[in-house]
């Protein structure tokens, strides 16, 4: 897009345009698209069932994959939404899948199975990176988070082997204490306390008050809860069986970090994808950084959107986060003509080729449009 092109956009009919989608959208919202949300869920929790009634049997990938797959469905179709309000006004939804009831107390484990824990989640997530979108505040911002790799003297063919390793470790090593610091930050400004100095080691030793947080509230329980309890349910069955769980249940964290690193990195980078030096100061302006900073792939059928989580209409996701799983579905052609109105470009392609194109800027071989340099 080029700079006349962004200038041009009418701000105040794009947003006018967008309202009216909202408003039709939420007029349609009703407790069948709870109904789809459960759906979607079911199939998640049948994917761990038959994932982990055959995990016992010996290590292999097809039981690996299927829990994988219940825990991306868990995490991406079940307590994203959920974390974002999208069903709080609802008539007749239980509490437990609102955002006042979800994962709370001991329900963290029926709820929220992950590394991180869920109030960090919604700060780094709901509101950093929503608000602060393709932003150096944005903590998702590939090209500002890789600005360590993109500028090293090591070859590229081993930026990419470091990339390729990266994506099946990197719920652990990145998006764990990554929460868990933007919580911690967000939680001393609110209290009028001086942000506390967090460096990247201190954050993972237990010698320092966030890192004892961090290992207490998120790695050790998650790692007790998938890699000790979950095999030893099996002990009955004998010793191979319990060593078979484990060694599917640490293959499917492997698959889970690929699967969502595939789905969630390109959604925001590319060379072709808009980041930002500034804020936005109008609503069009914020409704047009959504629809310019982020990246759509195949839309169109439960079955389709179910391995992507949702986060295939990433533009209207953007759009309206607080919006249910269904209704996306309904409002992206009617989001994609108001872009064809306005000529702004609506990206939606193959999340390969959309990986590929991140990839290259986690890498410094391309980087990202911004409309202050063009």
């Known amino acids: 897009m080029s700079l006349n092109s962004y200038q041009s956009v009418d701000r105040e009919q794009l947003a006018k345009d967008i309202t009216e989608i909202h408003q039709q959208a939420l007029a349609n919202i009703g407790i069948d698209d709870f109904n789809h949300l459960k759906s979607m869920e079911r199939w998640g929790k049948i994917c761990s069932l038959i994932g982990y009634g055959t995990a016992w049997m010996m290590p292999n990938p097809i039981s690996a994959l299927l829990i994988s797959q219940g825990s991306f469905t868990r995490w991406t179709q079940v307590g994203h939404p959920v974390v974002h309000r999208a069903y709080d006004k609802l008539e007749g939804v239980d509490k437990n899948y609102t955002s006042k009831g979800f994962a709370k107390g001991w329900r ?25 979108l393709g932003e150096k505040a944005d903590p998702n911002n590939a090209q500002h988070n890789m600005e360590w790799l993109r500028q090293s003297s090591l070859p590229m063919w081993l930026r990419y082997v470091i990339v390729a390793v990266f994506s099946g470790i ?62 030893l349910l099996f002990l009955p069955l004998g ?47 914020f409704y047009l950084r959504q629809i310019l900073g982020s990246v759509n792939y195949p839309t169109g059928s439960n079955f389709n959107d179910f391995f992507y989580g949702w986060l295939n209409y990433q533009v209207e996701h953007h759009l309206w986060p607080d919006m249910p799983l269904s209704q996306y579905q309904k409002v992206q052609p009617q989001v994609k003509a108001v872009c064809e109105k306005h000529h702004i470009p609506y990206i939606q392609e193959s999340v390969f080729k959309r990986l590929r194109k991140a990839v290259d800027v986690m890498v410094g071989k391309t980087s990202m449009l911004n409309p202050a340099m063009i």
């Open 108 to 132: 963290r484990f029926l709820d929220w199975p992950d590394w991180f824990t869920i109030t960090g989640w919604h700060h780094e997530h709901d509101v950093l990176h929503h608000y602060s």
């Open 170 to 231: 990197w719920k652990i090593v990145y998006y764990t204490p990554r929460t868990h610091k933007e919580f911690c930050l967000n939680e001393a400004r609110k209290q009028g306390k001086s942000a506390p100095v967090m460096t990247r080691l201190g954050a993972w030793s237990f010698f320092t008050q966030q890192g004892r947080a961090l290992w207490l509230q998120s790695v050790l329980p998650y790692a007790a809860y998938r890699f000790v309890l979950l095999p």
């Open 239 to 285: 010793h191979f069986a319990a060593m078979s769980v484990l060694l599917n249940s640490i293959l499917a964290e492997i698959f889970t970090n690929m699967h969502s690193f595939l789905v969630m990195i390109p959604n925001h980078a590319g060379d072709d994808v808009m980041m930002f030096d500034e804020k936005s100061h109008s609503k069009g302006e």
